[in-house]
């Protein structure tokens, strides 16, 4: 299961929370949580009115679906090949001479090969086509609109996931991906940079004890530092205006690119090169030709999906010409 699923499913499940556990509100609203902002390269459109960012799981498009039907597809394709042969060749597989023994053990033969194919077909159908369905027969990407006019966050996640959902920007509480971030009480300056710099927005409702609703939001920024820098460009944008950060520098495109793919999988590698030591150098080389690999799954599932595009009244929402209707 893909992770917007598993964030679905377990709100629709299990919303609960634990009030008596220590929880922290995030990073403030009407603070600076970084003095540089940077775009992390997730931002797709910037106006006056929103800021249309992407999701943080994109880069594993096609690895599920391609995981899941591999093993189901080849065995389908094996045993009907063979079913084809026993059917073509009378005495394929056969080493008794006697006619009557041939035909029926071609008639036990074929009817067990039927059983085990149809079997096959309805669990491909039944279990693997759904999962593939996740992957490859769907929208293309988790598209997340922060509108500052409305004050709301809007995301447009997969039909499997929710579909499309709004919350109100005030109520966020932003986190990272790192435990020190769930801390209430001070954490020292190791600590609080530990993780990968993926940003959380979360919405939780402490009277009723229930999370509302939880996204990743734009990629993983690979260190605590620029995902907090992240962070304070969306705050930025939201609470002091467009003006008031910098042009994207590096501004993904929508469509199925290949080249785009390539930078879903490889984005952070720059990163790693530059500051992970000498265990990434070793470890990049050996992993280029797998993340290669995703890249063209990726690609694949991308030429496989639609684009997906907010409903008038959301793409409308805050604009001037809404309120001069």
């Known amino acids: 299961m893909l992770m917007e699923e598993s ?30 902002p940077i775009s992390n390269a997730s931002v797709f459109k910037r106006t006056d009115t929103y800021l249309e960012v ?15 039907c591999l093993i189901p597809t080849a065995m389908i394709g094996f045993l009907s090949y063979q079913y084809v042969l026993v059917i073509a060749d009378p005495f394929q597989g056969l080493v008794n001479a006697d006619e009557s023994l041939n035909l029926a053990g071609r008639i036990v033969l074929l009817t067990g090969m039927s059983l085990i194919l149809f079997g096959l077909i309805w669990f491909f159908k039944k279990l693997v086509l759904p999962l593939v369905r996740m ?22 996640n997969r039909p499997s996931a929710g579909g499309i959902v709004v919350h109100d920007w005030d109520d966020a509480r932003a986190t990272l991906d790192n435990p020190a971030a769930f801390s209430p009480e001070p954490v020292s300056e190791k600590d609080a940079n530990l993780g990968h710099g ?6 939780v409702d402490m009277e009723a004890a229930q999370m509302r609703g939880l996204i990743f939001v734009g990629r993983a920024a690979g260190t605590a530092a620029r995902g ?3 962070w304070e460009y969306i705050r930025r944008y939201m609470e002091e205006g467009a003006e008031s950060v910098p042009q994207p520098f590096l ?35 050996c992993l280029a030709p797998l993340d290669l690999m995703r890249a063209t799954l990726h690609w ?7 684009e997906p595009t907010f409903p008038p009244e959301i793409e409308s929402a805050g604009s001037p010409q809404e309120g001069s209707a």
């Open 7 to 36: 964030i679905a499913w377990g709100l629709k499940t299990s919303p609960e929370v634990d009030p008596t556990l220590p929880m922290t509100d995030g990073m403030a609203h009407d603070k600076r949580a970084a003095e540089r």
């Open 54 to 68: 992407c999701g943080q799981f994109e880069a594993q498009r096609g690895m599920l679906g391609f995981a899941v």
């Open 135 to 156: 992957d490859y027969f769907t929208t293309r990407r988790t598209l997340i609109r922060f509108n500052r006019v409305t004050r709301k966050v809007y995301v447009h």
């Open 198 to 203: 993926r940003l959380i927005l979360c919405w």
């Open 228 to 230: 907090r820098a992240w």
């Open 251 to 285: 501004r993904p495109w929508k469509g199925a690119w290949p080249h785009m793919s390539l930078l879903e999988v490889f984005y952070l590698y720059p990163e790693r090169l530059l500051r992970g030591g000498p265990l990434w150098w070793v470890l990049l080389p």
């Open 300 to 306: 694949l599932a991308m030429l496989l999906c639609v």
